[in-house]
């Protein structure tokens, strides 16, 4: 079997590529050319992937992609994923996150309609929520440029299953973390300043809302989900989340906890980390994921917080001995000449 994946240098990318290398899948992944490498989370598996360069806003390079590999699946990852970035550039994600699915669909229509597709969608469309918790009939009210975007790529690819028969199924993926999250979204952020703070490395942490509540899982969990959809009978939508929803405080609180530190001690609110208009509570309702692919969640929320910040802290101990091994490779080398 051979798997395309856009956003394979991302958080889920990376999960997914290995998920899929272990299940004994040929796996190809698209990046976008860039003066600099950054695959740091693809390295470990970089030589059992096959890379291709496309961008989901040049219609040419995936249709050529898809043509010269003809996947059997396809998973749509790549994105601008960053909300407070969908503010200052909004219509770039609207083309990368919204239009780029379009692009997608269109170059499987005509260069490989028999693959099956999964669209990353999200629980950000629920925005304002209609109901609690949120299921796969619960109407959308995204409240960001991303969430609009992700909007969109949800109902185009609805569409395109029904207008042109293509196995296309959109997961609603709640919240999902784990220690290759990108630095800049709460949950990573937190988790980097608590093993900044505990090795004397940094002394405060500013944050925004800490009372908005979130649906937080794994990610090694949720792409199994993503596969799971694509090898049922007919192509459906999912929503995918743990059932439990916590507080950004509450995160804040065991992160900290975790190390013997008080949090109230060091975060300090930050009024321009505040969003033009929030996502105050999200919970998703997974119970269809749960029958129907019999999908679950195996990591817990504590325990997820707790390998994040190891890794967090192991990152910055190993850093800090690099460099406390050059400075005294520098004090020898100075007192022996
Ligand atoms: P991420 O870490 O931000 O990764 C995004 C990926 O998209 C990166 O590999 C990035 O490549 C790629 N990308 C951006 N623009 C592109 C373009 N024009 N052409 C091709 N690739 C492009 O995101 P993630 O957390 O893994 O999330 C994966 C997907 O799930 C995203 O679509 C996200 O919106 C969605 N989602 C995420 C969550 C969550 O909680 N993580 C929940 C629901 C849905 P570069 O490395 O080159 O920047
Ligand atoms: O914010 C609050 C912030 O940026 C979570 C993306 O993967 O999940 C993610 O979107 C909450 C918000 O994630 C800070 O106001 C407080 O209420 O970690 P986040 P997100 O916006 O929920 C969805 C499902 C996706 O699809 C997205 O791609 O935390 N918050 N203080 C803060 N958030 C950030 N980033 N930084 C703060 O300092």
Not at 147 to 162: D, L, M
Not at 183 to 199: C, G, P, S, Y
Not at 306 to 311: D, G, I, R, S
Request: with cysteine; charged share 25%; proline share 4%.
């Amino acid at each position: 079997m051979k798997a395309l994946i856009t956003g394979i240098t991302g958080q889920d990318g990376s999960y997914l590529a290995e998920f899929l290398i272990a299940k004994g899948y040929r796996v190809y992944g698209v990046v976008r050319r860039s003066s600099t490498e950054k695959y740091d989370r693809i390295a470990h598996i970089r030589d059992r992937l096959v890379l291709v360069q496309a961008d989901l806003l040049d219609q040419v390079s995936l249709s050529q992609a898809l043509k010269e590999i003809q996947p059997d699946e396809i998973y749509n990852l790549g994105a601008q994923s960053f909300v407070p970035t969908s503010w200052a550039q909004p219509v770039l994600t609207a083309e990368f996150t919204g239009t780029g699915v379009t692009r997608m669909l269109e170059a499987i229509r005509s260069d490989c309609p028999q693959a099956r597709f999964y669209q990353a969608s999200s629980s950000e469309m629920f925005g304002m929520v209609r109901e609690t918790p949120q299921n796969e009939k619960t109407p959308f009210y995204p409240r960001s440029p991303y969430g609009v975007a992700k909007v969109y790529g949800h109902h185009i690819t609805v569409n395109y299953r029904e207008s042109y028969r293509l196995f296309a199924v959109s997961g609603i993926l709640f919240n999902h973390e784990s220690p290759r999250r990108g630095l800049e979204f709460v949950t990573r952020k937190i988790t980097d300043a608590v093993a900044r703070i505990k090795l004397g490395l940094a002394d405060e942490l500013k944050l925004g809302n800490l009372d908005a509540k979130r649906d937080w899982g794994f990610a090694g969990d949720y792409v199994k989900a993503m596969w799971m959809m694509l090898q049922q009978d007919k192509p459906q939508d999912y929503v995918i989340s743990t059932g439990i929803a916590h507080s950004v405080r509450e995160f804040a609180e065991i992160a900290f906890g975790f190390v013997g530190l008080d949090y109230k001690k060091y975060v300090k609110l930050d009024s321009e980390l505040l969003r033009p208009a929030e996502v105050d509570h999200l919970l998703g309702d997974s119970s269809k994921a749960r029958s129907e692919l019999g999908w679950r969640p195996e990591v817990g929320f504590r325990e997820m917080i707790e390998m994040m910040v190891e890794a967090d802290l192991q990152r910055y101990s190993y850093g800090k001995l690099m460099d406390e091994n050059r400075y005294s490779e520098t004090k020898t080398k100075a007192l022996s000449s």
